[in-house]
């Protein structure tokens, strides 16, 4: 017996009685277990469906592409509300870019003494990757949540069944337009924010340092090649062609109704930022293999 038991009278259990007296696994625990195997299964099952789906109907359009006459008048509509109606947002998102960026690499710049290349390197950084990810991220968002609210709508009114019924071919008419407008939009965007964002550092240089246009541009045209600016421009119409059939392929099978179409059009906006971010790392190192200087 212990100093501590003969002082309080009080007899403590051996390791062996509280290790038998100690808690043992019940039932419920197991069954929490079994549970989260079972969640991260299908989640996992899920994920290999959807990324299945999208192959399937990726390649279902490229087979289409084949098969003239297009929807020409279409396609332009679709154009129209992705590009023309996206303009004041990648217009604000373009000249803060080049401003920002400006801003919080001037102070690194001149502890360097490396002021004059703030400009070269603003155009190097938004024209390589800060203007395609960020455009087409925030536009997957507000693009490609709209087609699959959009088309998620037209599969719970049944208008997409009625096509089917009609002869039409819902797939050529809703998916293949949308699809083609993305591709050309995201592009055509991608440059409009490049020159925005070349406006915004300016603008900046010219308050702080005064800088003129001319030896902006200069500088500029001085610190960049072709190389420098064809690769960010390229990889838009991947990204466009993401953001157009991941917002396709989740309203055109939208399910549940109405409270289907909000969460395709939730689905649709995380699935395909989180897609352009990983083929962003497959480009940069493409990109890095074509031109490694």
Same mark, same amino acid.
């Given at each position: ?26 039932? !419920?625990?197991?069954? /929490? %277990? ?8 299908? @989640?996992? #099952?899920?994920? =290999? ?81 800060? !203007?395609?990810?960020? /455009? %087409? ?8 949540? @709209?087609? #699959?609210?959009? =088309? ?142």
């Amino acid at each position: 017996m212990s100093e501590y038991e003969l002082q309080t009278g009080t007899v403590m259990p051996s390791s062996e009685e509280a290790s038998a007296n100690g808690p043992k696994p019940t039932g !419920s625990g197991t069954a /929490i %277990s079994s549970k989260q195997e079972e969640e991260s299964i299908g @989640g996992w #099952a899920r994920s =290999l469906t959807l990324l299945g789906g999208l192959w399937l109907f990726g390649v279902r359009f490229f087979k289409t592409l084949t098969r003239p006459p297009y929807e020409f008048r279409e396609i332009v509509q679709q154009l129209n509300a992705i590009g023309l109606r996206s303009m004041s947002l990648v217009t604000v998102v373009g000249i803060v870019i080049g401003a920002v960026l400006t801003m919080q690499s001037r102070p690194t710049m001149l502890k360097f003494g490396a002021e004059a290349f703030i400009p070269v390197m603003v155009a190097i950084s938004v024209m390589r990757e800060l !203007s395609p990810v960020l /455009i %087409s991220v925030i536009l997957s968002g507000r693009v490609g949540a @709209g087609i #699959a609210a959009e =088309l998620g709508s037209m599969r719970a009114t049944e208008q997409i069944d009625a096509m089917d019924v009609s002869a039409l071919d819902p797939y050529k008419l809703l998916v293949f337009t949308r699809v083609v407008a993305c591709m050309v939009a995201l592009p055509l965007l991608c440059i409009y924010a490049d020159f925005l964002a070349l406006v915004g550092s300016w603008i900046v240089e010219k308050l702080d340092a005064g800088m003129s246009i001319n030896l902006f541009i200069n500088s500029v045209q001085a610190g960049t090649e072709f190389s420098d600016y064809l690769p960010g421009v390229a990889k838009t119409i991947f990204f466009g062609f993401t953001i157009g059939i991941v917002g396709c392929y989740e309203g055109y099978n939208s399910k549940g109704g109405t409270e289907g179409v909000g969460k395709s059009a939730t689905d649709a906006a995380v699935t395909s930022s989180l897609l352009i971010i990983l083929l962003d790392v497959l480009f940069v190192k493409l990109t890095l293999m074509l031109w490694p200087t």
